[in-house]
């Protein structure tokens, strides 16, 4: 009997002390937070921020996510969420947060794969699920990861000369991180017949061609070479990937 009294006490003194397992309480250590994420792209951030429940409602294989229409199955997943995910400039965005209800958070993510906006929405959504600590973790792989791009790109730049760029406006962000000179930037409306003369003059080495919002060959006749470089991560939901995916593209016609 004394044996037990004294094992109990143990365990009262090892709970007081927080030597017990994790609580929905720790900051750090959120119980069950379900996540419904619009796009895989609101997906990664929310994966990069430390959610371990995330649902997607938009697949990844859709090239134009912004312009999916959801069918009431699709919505389907919102139904016990959270937190749900979506982007203002989502065409759906109106019937995700009328499936959420009122039981779920609703949140609007702020989509643009400049570094300045991943690190600042990763600790947004870290701060929102509780797990600051799993997204400062992540932003160290990030930060790596941009560096590991820059190094893979700059040693492919020809002569070491940095190779000018005409870029679709909404991936300008990979010329920045390479360190490629952006010269002129298009879109996202499709180039018109004087734009085209303008920016063919500026004698461009590579085309930044938004993949999820391409209209084909950018600059007709011209001797750059189009580069494809995508926003969205895959069913992955690897944001990280993205930017690896783009150096990979920007690294072989820098080479070709």
């Known amino acids: 009997m004394k044996i037990k009294l004294v094992v109990l006490g143990a365990v009262l003194a090892l709970t007081a002390c927080g030597g017990g397992a994790p ?12 996540v419904v994420a619009a796009t895989a792209w609101e997906a990664a951030l929310a994966r990069a921020a430390g959610a371990t429940d995330v649902k997607v409602v938009v697949p990844a ?13 699709d ?3 919102v139904a016990g969420a959270d ?36 690190r600042a929405e990763v600790l947004r959504l870290g701060g929102l699920l509780g797990t600051t600590a799993a997204a400062q ?5 990030f930060d790596t990861t941009l560096a590991d791009v820059k190094t893979q790109v700059g040693g492919a730049f020809p002569g070491g000369r940095a190779p000018k760029v005409v870029s679709q406006a909404f991936v300008a962000y990979m010329a920045a991180i390479t360190g490629a000179e952006v010269v002129g930037t298009f879109g996202p409306q499709p180039v018109t017949p004087g734009q085209l003369a303008e920016l063919s003059g500026k004698q461009p080495d590579l085309v930044f061609d938004n993949v999820h919002m391409s209209t084909g060959t950018v600059l007709p006749g011209s001797s750059a070479k189009q580069v494809k470089i995508v926003n969205y991560p895959g069913e992955d939901l690897d944001l990280l990937g993205v930017f690896k995916t783009n150096a990979e593209e920007i690294t072989r016609a820098l080479k070709a």
Do not use: C, I, M, Q
């Not at 609580?23 to 379900?34: E, F, L, M, W």
């Not at 294989?61 to 199955?73: G, I, L």
């Not at 979506?86 to 643009?112: I, N, Q, T």
């Not at 973790?137 to 792989?141: G, I, M, N, S, V």
């Open 137 to 141: 973790e992540w932003l160290k792989k």
């Open 75 to 77: 919505l389907a997943a």
């Open 83 to 118: 937190l749900v995910l979506y982007a203002e400039f989502e065409g759906f965005a109106g019937k995700l947060k009328e499936a959420a209800g009122g039981s779920a958070k609703v949140e609007a993510v702020k989509l643009e794969n400049a570094p300045d906006v991943v």
């Open 23 to 34: 609580t929905a309480a720790t900051p750090d250590a959120p119980a069950g937070r379900k």
């Open 61 to 73: 294989t859709v090239a134009h996510a912004a312009d999916y229409d959801p069918k009431p199955s």
